[in-house]
């Protein structure tokens, strides 16, 4: 695997885009590229973004709005901009890098070593000799969320929130991200239930091609848009997502 496009959606986000961190991302033995999503940022964003560019321009294309679209749609169609260039994975990682881009390495990892596998989802468990900064409340309410997600698309994932994934390139990877996303908020539940939707097997072949990684880092980020009240929104999506694809969720199909 030659080239990995990482999709980054940004919202105001001139105090938390660490320039120097994006112009030095590199993999050992691949290329690594992104796609910017300015998403209607009121303050010097798109200025920041630029100056990321300037220092690997062959690397950098930015993708702007005037109007704020959301986090589900900036990843969706930066991902379909990612697509159009012909990429071996691409993947999104939040604007400020809770998840540092030396993670990226092990994602990529997985991918070349193993052909089965097309989906690579960060997963912050803390564990002794990992350096996981959660706050407690953010912590406790995501493992409610995650029992509660888990149930509803009948995968056992640990972590659907994290702000990092990369995914191998496929037809069907295409067809997830092809229409807009029914939820705002909790878009990564809803690519897992595309994913589920589109196999044959339904959610018993979907997780034989899902790896959740365990990060070494993870930085609970000064400045994060997540509030208390967007837990309640999460937890009506979820029964949206659930409506919406209820016949091809919490089953298993045949061959």
């Not at 660490?18 to 300015?38: C, G, S, Y």
Request: glycine fraction near 8%; charge should be positive; aromatic fraction near 10%.
């Amino acid at each position: 695997m030659d080239r990995f496009v990482l999709v980054v959606p940004c919202y105001n986000e001139q105090d938390r885009l660490d320039v120097r961190e994006f112009q030095t991302a590199q993999l050992r033995h691949a290329r690594i590229e992104f796609v910017f999503v300015d998403d209607g940022s009121r303050d010097a964003t798109r200025e920041v973004i630029e100056r990321i560019r300037e220092g690997r321009p062959s690397d950098v294309r930015v993708v702007a709005y005037g109007n704020n679209q959301g986090k589900a749609e900036a990843v969706r169609l930066g991902t379909l901009e990612a697509l159009k260039t012909g990429p071996d994975a691409v993947g999104y990682w939040d604007a400020d890098l809770a998840t540092p881009l030396s993670e990226l390495e092990g994602f990529a990892q997985i991918l070349e070593t193993k052909p089965g596998v097309d989906v690579v989802m960060g997963s912050r468990v803390q564990l002794m000799g990992r350096d996981i900064r959660r706050r407690a409340w953010r912590h406790y309410a995501g493992r409610v969320f995650a029992t509660a997600a888990s149930v509803t698309i009948g995968l056992p994932v640990y972590d659907t929130q994290c702000g990092a994934k990369l995914f191998r390139v496929t037809e069907r990877l295409s067809k997830v991200f092809e229409r807009p996303f029914v939820s705002r908020w909790i878009f990564d539940v809803e690519i897992l239930a595309r994913f589920i939707a589109l196999d044959p097997r339904g959610a018993s072949g979907v997780s034989e091609a899902i790896v959740e990684y365990p990060l070494d880092r993870w930085m609970d980020v000064r400045g994060s848009k997540l509030k208390t009240v967007d837990f309640l929104r999460a937890a009506s999506e979820l029964g949206l997502i659930r409506r919406t694809y209820g016949g091809s969720l919490g089953r298993e199909r045949s061959p």
